[in-house]
């Protein structure tokens, strides 16, 4: 009976597949974001949570067969491990190039979902200004003065009372 060594590399293949898939989305998510086109942004939430949840499980099963090889339960463990006598089984060019690649998109996906945070950031500030317009609720708005100093500028009535 033959006796398998644990492989981290065994559902790297799936990893990349839905990495891959995430930066579908989250540049799907920008182009909505950039057209304004909030409604549209519900389901991709959707895909990319689930995306993200998929993604933690397979690194994390990753992981825990590097862990159970010795290695420390860090993504930096995958590279050392690779660079090991331990990994001399395997055919490491594709493997290196698949993990490369992983990490690249991942660089990459955070990068983009950091900039899609962003634009959301500003459609929440624009909403919540106009908001606040329409309320009657300017708050201060600033103006310059004559001596281009910024100063606040209020709207208030008076009330007469007679």
Do not use: C
Not at 18 to 23: D, E, G, S, V
Not at 39 to 57: N, T
Not at 135 to 158: E, L
């Amino acid at each position: 009976m033959a006796v398998f060594a644990p492989n981290p590399t065994e559902k790297l293949d799936q990893e990349l597949d839905t990495a891959r898939q995430l930066m579908t989305v989250l540049k799907e998510e920008q182009s909505q974001l950039i057209k304004a086109n909030i409604d549209s942004l519900e389901p991709l939430v959707g895909k990319k949570s689930a995306l993200i949840a998929r993604m933690s499980e397979l690194a994390k099963a990753r992981l825990t067969v590097l862990t159970q090889m010795g290695y420390p339960a860090e993504e930096a463990s995958m590279q050392k491990w690779l660079d090991s006598p331990a990994a001399q089984s395997i055919k490491k060019a594709p493997i290196k190039k698949t993990w490369d690649e992983l990490r690249a998109i991942i660089r990459s996906s955070k990068a983009l979902n950091r900039t899609n945070g962003l634009l959301i950031s500003t459609h929440m500030s624009r909403s919540q200004a106009a908001l606040q317009v329409l309320q009657g609720n300017q708050g201060g708005a600033q103006v310059y003065g004559r001596n281009g100093q910024t100063s606040v500028q209020t709207t208030s009535r008076s009330l007469v009372v007679g």
